[in-house]
């Protein structure tokens, strides 16, 4: 598959993290009432070309994406709401080569991507660069009724959300079903403590 989007590039290193710990061990665990070992932490997945030097050595698909292992990890549920950055612009890729992917991002940064060795780019420059600029530019952190409904649509950015809705979701369905296999039950903001590192230079 060729890339369309610059998160295409990480998408592909993508791993399924199948979990193990249900919520009420998870919160022993956290609040140091018992000790059943150490929790796995979260991976950015494979560096590139990994993968295929896994399927080279004849590795299953399971086996490449991690998902035929079992992890000491909390099972996470989440509410499909954006608390993050959102109506993002499209992307749009300026200029591309065997090496190097340029473009301006979802947040209108102009970005480049070392396709060899990385697979999230690095800002050239940034939207927000005095107080004029940060005025125009704070709608995309201010509450709208989008950021309850279809996180996909709102245009969020980045971790805004564990699970993703589509269209208006019955958050007290998604609560009780998420209660019935004892999950971690989480609205995460992501990154957002240091977004204005994001956005500002």
Not at 32 to 60: H, R, S
Not at 83 to 110: K, N, P, S, V, W
């Amino acid at each position: 598959m060729t890339p369309k989007r610059i998160r295409d590039y990480h998408t592909a290193l993508a791993v399924k993290v199948t979990p193990i710990v249900r919520r009420e061990v998870y919160l022993d665990h956290m609040t140091f009432a018992a000790n059943g070992g150490p929790m796995f932490t979260e991976i950015f997945g494979p560096l590139p070309g990994l993968k295929e030097e896994w399927a080279e050595q004849d590795a299953t698909p399971e086996e490449i994406d991690l998902s035929t292992f079992r992890y000491r990890a909390p099972m996470k549920g989440g509410l499909p709401i954006a608390t993050g950055f959102i109506h993002g612009q499209d992307e749009r890729i300026l200029d591309e080569d065997d090496e190097y992917l340029t473009a301006i991002d979802a947040m209108g940064r102009t970005v480049r991507l070392a396709k060899l060795a990385s697979s999230l780019p690095l800002p050239l420059d940034y939207p927000v660069k005095d107080m004029d600029d940060w005025l125009a530019y704070k709608h995309h952190y201010e509450f709208d009724d989008s950021r309850r409904a279809d996180v996909k649509r709102a245009g969020s950015v980045g971790n805004s959300a564990l699970l993703r809705g589509e269209g208006n979701v019955d958050w007290k369905s998604a609560t009780a079903k998420q209660g019935s296999i004892q999950c971690e039950e989480i609205i995460e903001s992501g990154g957002e403590l240091p977004s204005p590192r994001a956005w500002s230079c």
